[in-house]
């Protein structure tokens, strides 16, 4: 039972912060890049942020970079995504992704998003 369970989602002021928090289970998750998404209303999904390992290789969506910090613990399982200096274009809903294309057979899993609103 594989699945990826986002929280730390709500309405925050523009300017203002928020972590979401990603829980994993039912995989081998060191295996996997872990990458957040986001949707918002009426646009396609798009990658906001994605981290590979604890010691670095990260990459950010040029929207966010400098304002937003992903991490993970694979000892937990889990990956958070920091967010600061929140705009009211940031509001989505954001997505936990883990994928790996080998050893095959691909692998992809979503969670179910958690809605973050920036508005005054």
């Known amino acids: 039972q594989v699945q990826l369970v986002e929280s730390g989602g709500g309405l925050v002021q523009p300017g203002g912060s928020l972590r979401l928090s990603c829980a994993a289970s039912?995989?081998?998750?060191?295996?996997?890049?872990m990458s957040w998404y986001r949707q918002a209303p009426g646009k396609e999904r798009e990658l906001v942020a994605t981290v590979i390992s604890t010691a670095g290789n990260t990459n950010y969506a040029d929207s966010v970079k400098g304002r937003f910090t992903i991490s993970r613990d694979n000892a937990k399982k889990t990956v958070n995504l920091q967010m600061n200096g929140l705009q009211p274009e940031d509001t989505a809903v954001y997505y936990c992704?883990?994928?790996?294309?080998?050893?095959?057979?691909?692998?992809?899993?979503w969670g179910k998003g958690t809605l973050v609103t920036v508005s005054s």
């Open positions: 039912g995989f081998t998750f060191s295996s996997y890049a």
């Open positions: 992704n883990a994928r790996r294309y080998f050893p095959p057979p691909p692998s992809n899993y």
